[in-house]
Nanobody
Framework: QVQLVESGGGLVQAGGSLRLSCAAS????????MDWYRQAPGKQRELGAT???????DYVDSAKGRFIISRDNARRTVYLQMNSLKPEDTAVYYC????????????WGQGTQVTVSS
């Protein structure tokens, strides 16, 4: 059974930092691409950052230079270090995996709230 459990969200002032964690289980973690999505109030869920099995990363333009996604395959955990946070970063952040198996099933964590005050 695939499980993704996020932690690390909270309330922070603009300019501050937070580190989100996502503990994964139930699948071959090291060989799968892991993502962080976010959904702001009244908006669609959007992809924020991706880390491939090779360690190569991609970011949405608004996150470049401020967020760092990383993974620890031994701990089966993916992280999102968020720096220089802005009020517009306020959202629920979701860990996501689309498995590299037949059918390419997708799984989401329960989400963690990040609120950035001005």
């Amino acid at each position: 059974q695939v499980q993704l459990v996020e932690s690390g969200g909270g309330l922070v002032q603009a300019g501050g930092s937070l580190r989100l964690s996502c503990a994964a289980s139930g699948f071959e973690f090291s060989t799968n691409v892991m993502d962080w999505y976010r959904q702001a109030p009244g908006k669609q869920r959007e992809l924020g950052a991706t880390v491939r099995s090779s360690g190569i990363t991609d970011y949405v333009d608004s996150a470049k230079g401020r967020f760092i996604i990383s993974r620890d395959n031994a701990r089966r955990t993916v992280y999102l270090q968020m720096n220089s946070l802005k009020p517009e970063d306020t959202a629920v952040y979701y860990c996501h995996v689309q498995l590299a198996i037949l059918g390419r099933p997708r799984y989401w964590g329960q989400g963690t709230q990040v609120t950035v005050s001005s």
